[in-house]
């Protein structure tokens, strides 16, 4: 293997923090953490005790008991979508019903030493029925595994739409049907499905099974086009959904199912045996001789290192220390686009690009004795991450953007050297990527530069939101200036003819203020489907070693030079006598 140039980064907590902020980092990072844990607790319980008992007594188990049983024991399951609906209520009648994480489990694990995404109905919130989110959001998972070459698990138990709010969820080009489309895609990239079906599976609920290579049913199980209940005279002729289309029908007549088992449990291991005969992963082959290592600098630091005050700069190399292999990084072009690292590393033993905002003051790159704000593109900077994106996607190599960005460089001068221009190739750049990559919403995720960062509009194969993440067009402060543009002068100051205008005009931009700094909360993003997951800062490592690993478990999905002939040599060469 070539010799990647490696060098070591970071530094002792000590070194750059004192202890009285170090303390009050963590106390600060911590409470969101409680916030974060308590929230997904409650999302996990679904609609609570009562209705798991009535799972329990129909001899079934829970869509996340499950997923329990079917992992690897010493495996962490990585979940996606936890908070999609979040605190958003939907009419049943006169009442006001909840759908936690849109009624579906969706998520990243090992069963049988592979990778897999699975796609489980959550049977304790309304019998596993699909709400207004739950179509996009299993096929965000569809295209994560698409994207990835990663076999797809479904653990089937679902009642049909939530049909009070069907409008919702039924038509658009999202909607439930594009989740038909997403198997066939699958299956048309020869990407592993299989389906256990394990109790309801009604109308388009029962098309998510059949484009599944290998089909499992329950004896409690049936899949119908329509239930009992909608057939004219089913009462007077003793028809019931399981006899209309259950496993003696679907296994025995139809051929639409492969395999009737028992119950739960035995349908989970027939599940196991088959993702055993998928191909193994390839990332053994791809480390080489190299290792999986912990960083030097122990990941669960980071929360020490974060500022309550987001307009507080960091360094954001420590950041990258405490989450790469052993701590060691290869820094490309580090000479240009100062508000940029880019560079080569290793996280689970296997070779990512890593692109990041500098917060802080960095020397103009025009007058290197002005100093100016880090956090912000400029036009070196933009050209950095386009050539550095293209070498990583010449070479295979899957990108982590870790970002915290307020913008754009903005002003006469500005538009004068072409941000526009250099933006543009940006944004062709990433919108034509194929490796995967893994965008992290550090902090401020803010404007254009969000886009520009592989933001979720990108498609990046996952985004990640920190607890500290605040996603929005512009700042609150700013946006109300910007708002109200109109009433202010030069200076940003309130023009008024009289006490009462000044008055309205202050109290309507501090409530412009306050509306747009909650919608920055990351619960709100992620309840819309605006970011993947959230996580805290201590977990960005465990999660990248599972994103990156996933990423070369595919044997054929993506091209994967050897890393003698990588672009990103050329790039080194011709950049390494910069001053």
Same mark, same amino acid.
């Given at each position: 293997m070539a010799h990647i140039p490696l060098k070591a980064i970071g530094l002792t907590l000590d070194k750059f923090l004192d202890k009285k902020n170090q303390d009050a980092n963590a106390k600060f990072t911590l409470a969101l953490k409680d916030e974060l844990k308590k929230k997904r607790s409650k999302v996990a319980e679904g609609w609570g005790k009562k209705y798991q008992e009535r799972v329990h007594e129909k001899g079934k188990l829970t869509s996340r008991e499950r997923i329990n049983i079917l992992k690897d024991s010493e495996c962490p399951i990585f979940e996606i979508g936890t908070f999609v609906n979040y605190g958003k209520k939907f009419k049943s009648g006169k009442k006001d019903l909840e759908s936690p994480a849109a009624g579906?489990?969706?998520c990243f694990t090992k069963v049988q030493k592979r990778w897999v995404v699975i796609i489980a109905n959550d049977n304790t919130v309304a019998s596993g029925s699909w709400w207004p989110g739950t179509p996009e959001k299993i096929q965000r998972a569809q295209n994560m595994a698409l994207n990835m070459g990663l076999p797809v698990i479904y653990l089937v138990d679902c009642s049909g739409l939530f049909l009070p709010e069907q409008s +919702? %969820?039924?038509?658009?080009?999202?909607?439930?049907?594009?989740?038909?489309k997403k198997n066939s *895609?699958? @299956?048309?990239k020869g990407v592993p499905q299989i389906a256990g079906v394990f109790g309801d599976c009604i109308a388009g609920g029962g098309y998510m099974p059949i484009i599944s290579d290998r089909v499992y049913m329950t004896e409690q199980a049936y899949m119908v086009i329509a239930g009992?209940?909608?057939?004219?005279?089913? +009462? %007077?002729?003793?028809?019931?959904?399981?006899?209309?289309?259950?496993?003696?029908?679907?296994? *025995?007549? @139809?051929g639409c199912a492969d395999v009737r088992v028992p119950d739960d449990l035995h349908c989970l291991e027939e599940i196991k045996k088959e993702i055993a005969k998928t191909a193994s992963s390839a990332a053994p082959f791809r480390r080489g001789n190299n290792e999986a290592k912990e960083p030097k600098f122990s990941h669960k630091e980071i929360n020490n290192i974060f500022p309550e005050n987001h307009r507080a700069p960091y360094n954001v190399k420590e950041i990258i220390a405490r989450l790469i292999d052993d701590s060691m990084f290869w820094e490309i072009m580090p000479s240009k686009g100062k508000e940029i690292i880019t560079g080569i590393a290793q996280i689970n033993g296997l070779y990512c690009g890593i692109i990041a905002n500098v917060q802080g003051l960095i020397k103009d790159p025009e007058e290197p004795k002005r100093m100016v704000p880090g956090g912000i593109l400029y036009r070196d900077g933009i050209a950095k991450i386009s050539e550095f994106s293209r070498a990583c996607n010449s070479d295979g190599i899957p990108i982590v953007w870790l970002q915290d960005i307020s913008g754009f460089d903005i002003g006469a001068e500005a538009e004068a050297k072409g941000l526009l221009g250099y933006g543009s190739n940006l944004i062709y750049t990433n919108s034509t990527n194929d490796v995967p990559m893994f965008t992290v919403l550090l902090r401020k995720a803010s404007g254009a530069g969000y886009y520009a960062m592989a933001g979720l509009p990108y498609e990046p194969t996952?985004?990640?939101?920190?607890?500290?993440?605040?996603q929005s067009v512009m700042e609150g402060r700013t946006l109300a200036i910007a708002a109200f543009n109109t009433k202010l002068n030069d200076q940003f100051e309130i023009v008024a003819n009289t006490e009462e205008?000044?008055?309205?005009?202050?109290?309507?931009?501090?409530?412009?203020?306050?509306?747009?700094e909650k919608d920055m909360c990351p619960y709100k993003s992620a309840s819309q489907r605006d970011t993947d997951e959230i996580v805290s800062p201590d977990e960005l490592r465990p999660w990248l070693c599972c994103l990156i690993e996933a990423a070369y478990q595919s044997q054929s999905q993506r091209r994967v030079k050897n890393s003698r002939i990588w672009t990103m040599h050329d790039l080194h060469a011709l950049h390494a006598n910069d001053s």
């Open positions: 579906v489990v969706t +919702k %969820s039924f038509p658009g080009s999202t909607g439930a049907g594009h989740i038909f *895609e699958l @299956s048309a009992a209940a909608l057939i004219k005279g089913a +009462k %007077s002729q003793n028809l019931t959904s399981l006899g209309i289309g259950g496993p003696e029908v679907h296994v *025995e007549q @139809s996952m985004q990640l939101s920190t607890t500290l993440a605040r205008e000044l008055s309205q005009i202050q109290k309507g931009m501090e409530e412009t203020e306050k509306r747009i």
